[in-house]
């Protein structure tokens, strides 16, 4: 059996995270390894416990998303960061790819896409849920070009 990707969950809502760590329990190849409320306490966490991969809100206290997508992929390149968010605007998803990150889904995706993304994203490929590659011209929902 292959060995669990090691995944933090980083959203400023507690029960968000609860219910995160709840759902993606059902699968066998994620193992939760920590979680943070805000960016700052991301990049901590990301030092300390060396995730394959960072599920990651925008809007946080203290340091937002974007800040610590960007600060995480200077120090830490192989880490792979999905933005996960309710922010579905052009301008939210281009600040979030220029600043590194690796996928970008709405929160309203279904957990059948939230994981294909994790998964296509953890395999080296961007991945834009369906909603944002058709508002970002990608041609293809579900992009998933390598990176």
Known sequence: MAIPKRVIIVDDHALVRAGLRRLLAEDPGIEIVGEAGNGRLAITEVGLLAPDLVLMDLAMP??????????????YPEVRVL??????????????LEAGAD?????????????????????????????VAAMAGTGAPGDSAPR
């Open 62 to 75: 203290d340091m937002n998303g974007i800040k610590a997508t960007l600060e995480i992929k200077q120090r």
């Open 83 to 96: 933005i996960m968010t309710m922010h579905n605007t052009i301008e939210y998803v281009q600040a979030s």
């Open 103 to 131: 996928g970008y889904v709405l929160k309203e995706t279904e957990p059948e896409e939230f994981f294909a993304a994790i998964h296509s994203v953890l395999q080296g490929k961007r991945y834009l849920s369906n909603e």
